[in-house]
């Protein structure tokens, strides 16, 4: 077996069995020419010659062997040795190959978000998403386009600044409408990102502020739904009944600049000319867009910042009316952009990542007390081969290398592992109305993480043991069989010192896991203020569609009329936004005749809806009352508070018959509704305002308040809607508890991941005190046969064996508790309902953890005790 | 323990011994291993009978240290051999093998033989 072949070695080979050959054809022929016969005379040389292959084999130890040579050696020598005990093998390599796969899957995660948060963009380290006013966890877009220019063509510090805003549109011309996600963009978007179009053009600096009716798709959009038709080109399409010339078609995988969403088409900010409002006004809706920024090379995050900040006080000091409140800008580095994805990923995924380290510690130090077990019981043998003049950087070498293959093995099992696992993310995100594409990827970083995570499992698993072993003194083992009877002391404080490192490293594990499944139960038993069990909710859209105003109103009331008449359902009515779906709408609202001061943020959410929404969804009206039908757009505006807004604005005063001034018009609140939750069960309760959805709605979503399951209606809604009218577009019809569940997907990936960490945690921490107890009471077999015959009981024999274990347990337990009180204040953040420091959940993961520990001590030490003396005593 | 482990136990053991025999056989001229076997056998009246075992290791290690040069020739009966000569630093070692060897012989003598009323006082 030639693992690495090299000229030298082979030519010495081949020279040498010449040079036997050579031997032995002169023995022979000296022994003829004694008048021996040819076969007698070779028989009897062969056999004077001896064992030729050892001869061959002892000679070449003499050449000296190159490093590679060395290596080759070593590693055979390590599966031969890895062989002869296979059960080894087996469990370590499986333990080392969950580990790193755990590591690898939750880097993969980070990998394919916060890592790549822009698919196809150049240089994302450069680029930086900008945030206006109070700093926010989900902060609604922040500028409107003529600011945004202002600070485009204004700053000194960037290369580039674009903009973009996500919605969603339908594509019609086909035989049914189709939901599309768009974005509407500035022209210098895609150049900014660094991205070249795979076909035609992207759009020009001219386009970006007049009407300007182009196109560009995504790879799959024109994959799926044109065919990859070559000529797409100068084609034209039909966006919402507009037709729209497609100039260009972007490189497969480009999704947009969103991270986590995805687009499937890109316009310019006012395709169709038809939105100058927007474009011309700084204020209220004409804030509608998201701002990504190059820096330029050498400026860091805080410098650009600041010349944005300056930029920002100017654009405030021309225009303050159109700037109350809170202008500060501030900066996120794409990893962490709270727009999109990637600031849940950023709060969640290096917290897994943690963990994932802490179980890969606590296999290395598992493996490590499995290697060095069986160190001890070769010890002779590595005697042996120091006596014989192996020096100990050679044993050394060789040890470290018997952990290097087997994590090596490790880490090809876990990359064939994580290639499967890391698709896995995808599965903790419901199907919902937001294109989400998030996913974990396995690409080159992932592999050389992979590699990293297995080397240093390696050198963890195999240097300690062999760093212990090779101090042990040949002499001293090979002639006193007496060390053996215990290990030599010093080997068993480090067998002790591992046991008690596991126990201390799988406690915070246990305790984290904890402390989250018991979060995610709280979340799920919370009350969130509204009834979501027999709501049905789907989308229309309707104003995407192409109708009049006039033509919209008339169809929203027939679908009121028509879905109420409906058998099963108990209310009919309209909203624009569902709660606890991770989205949510904002504005500054100014009490009447309140000036705010500046930098004041006076941001409130809202949300539109109809009348017997808040009968529907349960919420009570606990002043005043709630819409009717006549709050159209004919009657004087009229808006519900909930309880913190009504606080907010008026303490101490009867909000009924106050005014709030909101995109520059004036409400009038005529209810105080019960608070109830907006985005998670956990937030701190931020000020709402409800308005009437026939007076300011925008989206149609239909809600419905069902008697049974509300699935189980799903399908009589959805042909009422098309009997009013087949062209509409009608999606995301499911019942309210599923769209509310995404507010949970993070708490269920925390948690489930957790528990599944802090199971491999328990797992190793109770076979690696099982396995140091039994080696231990097996090495002491002697000892305790002695103790038996001269007369200890069973009871102290059990009591010998267990008082090791306890103790192990016992200080292992104190260190892990020190451990985990520091850890678990990260994770703080993510609980809810629970303390970080509760002390029921302490109590249970600590009887838990020392009850299996103790538990895997009680079977060796009963082993020990039903031993016949007389075997024990024998058996040395 | 491994034949192989045997081998090199008995390689130390001669060694010191062996490297020096090995060097005074190619003082009389270059000679391939089974001629220095033959040699040596011969010189010591059958006594000495080196095994190959041991032979071959330590020329290949006397060559690496720089001792003996080693070249293919035939040989008068025309086999092919491999040829070791001593080297000029060979000679050196020689020397001062030769000298460590009689100072252990005297020393180890001056024990055996010693003369009994010099033990007696």
């Known amino acids: 077996m030639k693992w690495f072949p090299s000229f030298g070695f082979q030519r010495r080979s081949r020279e040498l069995q010449e040079e036997i050959d050579a031997h032995l054809q002169m023995a022979i022929a000296d022994r003829v020419a004694r008048g021996e016969t040819a076969e007698a005379a070779r028989q009897a040389a062969m056999r004077e010659f001896g064992n030729i292959p050892l001869v061959q084999e002892v000679t070449g130890d003499m050449w000296g062997r190159g490093w590679l040579e060395q290596l080759g050696r070593d590693v055979r020598y390590a599966f031969r040795q890895l062989r002869k005990s296979p059960g080894f093998a087996i469990t370590a390599t499986a333990m080392l190959a969950v580990a790193i796969c755990a590591n690898s899957t939750v880097f993969s995660w980070i990998d394919g978000t916060m890592l790549r948060p822009i698919p196809g963009a150049r240089d994302t380290g450069d680029l930086v998403s900008l945030q206006r006013g109070e700093r926010n966890f989900s902060p609604v877009p922040p500028l409107s386009y003529l600011d945004y220019r202002d600070l485009r063509e204004q700053n000194h510090t960037f290369s580039g600044i674009l903009a973009y805003h996500h919605d969603w549109i339908t594509l019609t011309g086909g035989a049914k409408p189709e939901r599309v996600f768009i974005a509407n963009v500035s022209a210098n978007y895609f150049d900014v990102l660094g991205i070249k179009p795979m076909k035609g053009r992207f759009f020009l600096t001219e386009e970006e502020a007049r009407a300007a009716p182009d196109v560009v798709l995504s790879y799959s959009l024109w994959k799926t739904r044109y065919a990859e038709d070559p000529a797409i080109v100068g084609k034209s399409i039909e966006v919402s009944r507009h037709p729209l010339t497609v100039i260009g078609v972007a490189p497969e995988g480009v999704v947009g600049a969103m991270p986590g969403l995805r687009d499937d088409l890109w316009v310019t900010l006012d395709p169709l000319g038809n939105d100058g409002w927007r474009m011309t006004h700084r204020d209220g809706g004409a804030v509608w867009l998201n701002v990504i920024g190059r820096l330029r090379p050498g400026v860091s995050r805080d410098q650009a910042a600041q010349d944005l900040d300056t930029v920002m006080r100017n654009i405030v000091a021309a225009y303050p009316d159109q700037h109350l409140g809170d202008n500060r800008i501030s900066l996120d580095p794409m990893w962490r952009s709270p727009f999109g994805a990637n600031g849940y990923m950023a709060a969640t995924l290096p917290i897994l990542l943690a963990f994932a380290v802490v179980v890969l510690l606590l296999t290395c130090a598992n493996v490590a007390t499995l290697t060095l077990v069986r160190f001890v019981s070769r010890r002779r043998e590595l005697a042996i081969r120091q006596s014989l003049g192996a020096n100990r950087i050679q044993l050394v070498r060789q040890m470290v290398l018997e952990g290097v293959v087997l994590s090596i093995v490790a880490g090809a099992v876990a990359l064939a592992l994580t290639t499967w696992t890391s698709k896995t993310f995808a599965w903790f995100f419901r199907a919902s109305s937001s294109p989400g594409t998030l996913n974990g990827s396995m690409d080159h970083s992932v592999v050389i993480g992979i590699a990293v995570f297995s080397l240093l499992a390696g050198i963890l698993c195999g240097a300690l043991p062999a760093w212990r072993s090779s101090h042990a003194p040949a002499v001293e083992i090979l002639k006193a069989e007496s060390a053996s009877i215990s290990g030599g002391s010093s080997n068993r404080k480090l067998l002790s010192g591992l046991v008690v490192a596991q126990i201390a490293l799988s406690l915070p594990l246990l305790l984290c896991s904890g402390l989250l499944l018991r979060t995610l139960r709280n979340l799920a038993g919370a009350n969130p203020g509204f009834e979501q069990d027999h709501i049905l909710t789907a989308t229309v859209g309707l104003n995407i569609a192409g109708y009049s105003h006039d033509e919209v109103q008339l169809i929203r009331h027939k679908i009121l009329d028509r879905v109420s008449a409906l058998p099963g359902v108990k209310v009919a009515s309209f909203t624009d936004w569902i709660p606890m779906t991770l989205g949510h709408k904002a504005e500054d609202a100014y009490p009447e005749g309140y000036v705010p001061h500046p930098h004041e943020s006076l941001q409130v959410y809202h949300a539109e809806v109809a009348a017997r929404y808040f009968e529907s969804l349960h919420i009570p009206i606990l002043e005043g009352r709630e819409f009717t039908p006549d709050d159209d757009e004919k009657a004087p505006r009229v808006l519900i508070v909930d309880q913190t807004a009504a606080r907010r604005y008026w303490p101490g005063q009867d909000p009924l018959g106050k005014n709030l001034r909101i995109w520059g018009r004036i409400f009038t609140v005529v209810g105080v509704a019960r608070n109830s939750t907006h985005m998670f069960v956990n937030e701190s309760p931020q000020p709402m305002v409800y308005m009437s959805f026939f007076q300011e709605g925008y989206e149609n979503i239909v809600q419905v308040e069902t008697e049974g399951n509300p699935a189980d209606l799903a399908p009589a809604v959805e042909n009422t809607l098309h009997e009013i009218d087949p062209r509409l577009p009608v999606f995301d019809v499911r019942p309210m508890r599923e769209s509310t569940q995404l507010a949970s997907s993070f708490a269920v990936i925390q948690s489930t991941l957790a528990g599944m960490f802090a199971l491999i945690g328990l797992v190793l921490a109770v076979t690696g005190i099982y396995g140091v107890v039994s080696y231990r009471t097996q090495m002491r077999t002697h000892e305790i046969g002695l103790r038996v015959a001269l007369g200890a009981s069973r009871r102290d024999v059990l009591r010998l064996v267990l008082s090791q274990g306890v103790w192990l347990t016992g200080i292992g337990l104190a260190v892990g508790l020190a451990f985990a009180l520091g850890l678990t204040r990260v994770i703080a953040r993510l609980l809810y309902g629970i303390g970080a420091n509760d002390p029921v959940t302490m109590v249970y993961v600590v009887t838990v953890l020392g009850a299996m520990s103790l538990l895997a001590c009680y079977f060796p030490a009963r082993r020990a005790m039903l031993r016949n003396p007389v075997t024990a005593i024998r058996e040395l | ?121």
């Open chain 2, 1 to 121: 323990m491994s034949e192989k482990g045997h081998y090199k136990n008995r390689i130390e053991l001669l060694q010191g011994t062996l490297d020096m025999l090995i060097l005074q056989t190619l003082q009389w001229g270059p000679q391939h291993g089974y001629g220095i076997v033959q040699a040596l056998r011969l010189r010591s009246g059958d006594v000495l009978q080196v095994e190959t075992g041991s032979l071959y290791p330590a020329l290949h290690r006397l060559e690496r240290q720089g001792w003996v040069q080693s070249e293919w020739k035939q040989s008068e009966s025309k086999q092919k051999a491999r040829y070791y000569r001593i080297t000029a630093k060979g000679k050196k070692q020689l020397a001062s093998d030769l000298g460590r060897w009689e100072r252990i012989v005297e020393a180890i003598g001056s024990v055996m033989y010693v003369k009994p009323e010099e033990s007696a006082s």
